[in-house]
């Protein structure tokens, strides 16, 4: 399986983004798909996740309420949509299947 993220760039804080990723090659193996991100001088974090069918979906406690995630399985596609972003979500957002298939990430930047 690979995976393209896009979608990311700078931000003002307030603002809203939405991330894109999409997956390619053995995608019949495909069940979970999540976002991670990774800012400067910090350990990766998980940020969200999505099962297949979209009923069940897990949240970090410091996006819940303004970020969301979906996915189009027709279009092998996994969003992050992001709402009233804060320069701490600033980081490279990573796409991820587990447990050890990543994108090469897209950075988003939250400054004014």
């Known amino acids: 399986v690979q995976l393209v993220e896009s979608g990311g760039g700078l931000v003002q804080p307030g603002g809203s983004l939405r991330l894109s990723c999409v997956a390619s090659?053995?995608?019949?193996?495909?069940?979970?798909m999540g976002w991670y991100r990774q800012a400067p001088g910090k350990e990766r974090e998980f940020v969200a996740s999505?099962?297949?069918?979209?009923?069940?979906?897990y949240y970090a406690d410091s996006v819940k309420g303004r970020f969301t995630i979906s996915r189009d399985n027709a279009k092998n596609t996994v969003f992050l949509q992001m709402n009233s972003v804060k320069p701490e979500d600033t980081a490279v957002y990573y796409c991820?299947?587990?447990?050890?298939?990543w994108g090469q990430g897209t950075q988003v930047t939250v400054s004014s």
């Open positions: 999505i099962s297949w069918t979209g009923g069940n979906r």
């Open positions: 991820n299947v587990p447990p050890l298939t």
């Open positions: 090659g053995s995608i019949f193996s495909i069940n979970t």
